[in-house]
């Protein structure tokens, strides 16, 4: 099977996973694999992000044919560029999906339709391909794959399909502009919004773009000046949307676009102006929308999947990380200092609940996270802000206290929120939340400080949040 150029192996069997141990979930299953060695096989292991799905399929051993599903576009695909979705997995089973709620759970808008509402739209196509070579060259045929799938998107939209209800290309428009952040707190002017995603999508709010499946939606990235262009856009009236990896916030264009057929419309230069009050008095994390720049512990012994053993941007994939907080941190819980600490090896990917087992019986209780950092002067008329990026949650709860972490009511709360069951999903991420905290500074002191993070919805494992990126911001000027 093979689903990207770093993710290729032979794959248990349907037998295998028969003779199998299921696991916490019927979908993870305790195997003897191809060589021999015990291992999980999951195919939530094998997902991947829209935006980085190409072709994906198998490969026969014995006669050297490939099968593979192409899917030149994810226009007609709910929750745009960052939504996961299966590829393939044991069976051998190979999915082109459009409408599911894995890794964003309820929020999803999904399906649902007012009384009387119409409806259409077009899934799709999808290009299945067959292709052979010579024996015992199996990378000779994924390559071939990924060849066939630049082919195919730059045939895109096809132009074979005689439905009105999908336009050809001459029917189709170009969006293009030019998006610029503004540098305040950051540095003097604006500057590019380099290699940000920017996409049309149903009108909503900032970020909406990802819970929207009844429309289309058309997704690109800038260059390294900020410059983009959207090819390929069904007529219809939308919203701009835009994220940029290292910058906190959403984008969205305060006025709607409305596309006609063959039109070129030209947006000029955008200003984004992320949400920021002072500078950055300390930041934990990479805002990027994923939890896997945080360290992730090894899975246990027995229970490891071997193609991911030296993938270390993808150790996240293994099954039962949730449990290894516990082993990990058995009895107290993370203490992160600021200034001393590596978030890369020292801030647990996830945040989730400890196990206690006591005879027979096994809970998951819930676990409250330090912050400690060193203020060297306090403004107590001033209002410090707290900036908190959520990668996942599910059914979480984060409470935030400052420098007390037995008051009885925390300072701030998200409320419980989330059901992308990342966690259990193997995923870095799920749907983005964003919070933000306004403190007064004599809720703060000089010398030694704590934020509290608790996240307070316990009983079970898969429970809790992954962060994206923390930041504790200063006073403006």
Known sequence: MAIADNKQRFMPSPDDRE????????EAVHVKGPTGQMEVDDKYQYSLDNKDQQAHGWISAEKNVGFWVIMPSYESKAGGPMKRELTSHVGPTSLATFFTRHYAGGPLKGLHFEEGEPWKKVLGPVFIYLNSGTMNQPCSLWNDAKQQFTKEVQKWPYNFLMSPDFPPAKQRATVSGTLQINGRFLQNGNFPAKFAYVGLAAPGVPGSWQIEAKGYQFWTQTDSMGSFSIKGVRAGTYNLYAWIPGIFGDYMYNTN????????????????NPPRNGPTVWEIGIPDRSAAEFYVPDPLPGLVNPLFTNLPTERYRQYGLWDRYTDLYPNQDLVYHIGINNYRNDWFFAHVNRRKTSGTTTTYVPTNWQISFDLKEVIP??????????ASASYASIQVRINDPLKPLPDFSTGIIGEDNAIARHGPHGLYWQCSFSIRGNRLVVGSNSIFLRQSIGGFPFVGAMYDYLRLEGPGV
Not at 19 to 26: D, I, N, S, T, W
Not at 382 to 390: K, S, V
């Open 19 to 26: 003779r199998g141990q299921p696991l916490a979930y019927k």
């Open 257 to 272: 676009v409305v596309v006609v057929p063959g039109d070129a419309i030209k947006l000029g230069v955008l200003v984004f």
């Open 381 to 390: 008329t001033a209002t410090y802000t707290l900036r908190l990026a959520l």
